[in-house]
């Protein structure tokens, strides 16, 4: 059975950074590319990054260009997201997922919190 767990989130100041982690049971993450989203209380899915197959090319939405990277480690069979300069605006359950770019995806994690507060 296919899987995606997500770890890593918390709370944290604005202006901290955080990483998450995104492990993959049941397939190999390297034959797909994976991506990152986030939801926030109230709001729908919203596609936060992607990466290559082979980690090659990357992308980010607008709203974390140059604070979020992505990031996979293939033969751990595990994905990250580096997540600096937090602002409240980042507040919200973030998943892994199987496949580029925004929703609906395949298979998806059950997410992790990360709360940005004062």
């Known amino acids: 059975q296919s899987q995606l767990v997500e770890s890593g989130g918390g709370l944290v100041q604005p202006g901290g950074s955080l990483r998450l982690s995104c492990a993959a049971s049941g397939f190999r993450i390297r034959g797909y590319d994976m991506t990152w989203a986030r939801q926030a209380p109230g709001k729908g899915l919203e596609w936060v990054s992607s990466?290559?197959?082979?980690?090659?090319?990357?992308d980010y939405s607008d709203s974390v260009k140059g604070r979020f990277t992505v990031s996979r480690d293939n033969a751990r069979n595990i994905m990250y997201l580096q997540m600096t300069s937090l602002q409240v605006e980042d507040s919200g359950m973030y998943f892994c997922?199987?496949?580029?770019?925004?929703?609906?995806?395949?298979?998806r994690g059950q997410g992790t919190q990360v709360t940005v507060s004062s």
């Open positions: 990466i290559y197959k082979d980690g090659s090319r990357t």
């Open positions: 997922a199987e496949g580029w770019g925004g929703p609906p995806y395949d298979l």
